[in-house]
């Protein structure tokens, strides 16, 4: 079946640390993902939709300049947390889906961020 | 503004009932249902997706979607405690878009 594999699982950094996080989809091409985060006891919300070879559209309320989205192939994507602060704390999970583009989204594992 | 809403729960059920979960969502443009479960800690899991309005049935698990009441709810059969978990309902417009999430409800198999 459809796999997506993001990495890292974890990062733990100072703040003002730049964060890079991956997302791949293995199996698929994906000319479109998405990244969410999830803070605890809530649930995901949709930060941005990265397109293949073009800028990333941003949900309302999200810094396009702190988190930076490349989506330079058909298999990778990724989010850059820029300068992170303790309130960028959060676990960011991307998704993506194959085939039918109303079909349903495959989940990577997440990556739990942490800014001391 | 798209809102999905579910009951948070918990929602405790005895070992081998059946577990009913409800979603109601507000866009009435949403075009895609989907249920996903989620494990403390980890990232979701796509349980069952649907697209038309009735029932799908897949294994244990039941997904009926009535748009008309705009309300989605999956049911799931001879509950097993590893079902215990947070059931994520989940909205989509349409290809382009993400999912737009509810909070998710906690439910509880008991043995």
């Known amino acids: 079946g459809a796999v997506v594999s993001q990495h890292p699982s974890w990062v733990i950094c100072k703040s003002g640390t730049s964060v890079k996080i991956e997302c791949r989809s293995l199996d698929f091409q994906a000319t479109t993902m998405f990244w969410y985060r999830q803070f605890p006891k809530q649930s995901l919300m949709l930060m941005a939709t990265?397109?293949?070879?073009?800028?990333?559209?941003?949900e309302q309320g999200v810094e396009k300049d702190k988190f930076l989205i490349n989506h330079a192939s058909l298999t990778l994507s990724t989010l850059t947390v820029t300068s992170a602060h303790p309130e960028d704390s959060s676990f960011y999970i991307c998704?993506?889906?194959?085939?039918?583009?109303?079909?349903?989204?495959?989940f990577g594992d997440g990556t739990r961020l942490s800014i001391l | 503004q798209k809102e999905v809403e579910q009951n948070s729960g918990p929602l405790s059920v005895p070992e081998g009932a059946i577990a009913s979960l409800n979603c109601t969502y507000s866009d009435r443009g949403s075009q895609s249902f989907f249920w996903y479960r989620q494990y403390s800690g980890k990232s979701p899991e796509l349980i069952m997706f649907?697209?038309?309005?009735g029932d799908k049935e897949d294994g244990r698990f039941t997904a009926q979607l009535n748009k008309a009441s705009q309300y989605v709810s999956l049911l799931i059969r001879d509950s097993q405690p590893s079902d215990s978990a947070t059931y994520l309902c989940?909205?989509?417009?349409?290809?382009?878009?993400?999912?737009?999430f509810g909070k998710g409800t906690h439910l509880i198999i008991q043995p």
């Open positions: 649907i697209y038309s309005n």
């Open positions: 990265s397109n293949e070879g073009s800028k990333a559209t941003y």
């Open positions: 989940a909205v989509k417009r349409g290809g382009a878009d993400g999912l737009t």
């Open positions: 998704s993506a889906g194959q085939g039918n583009p109303g079909g349903p989204q495959h």
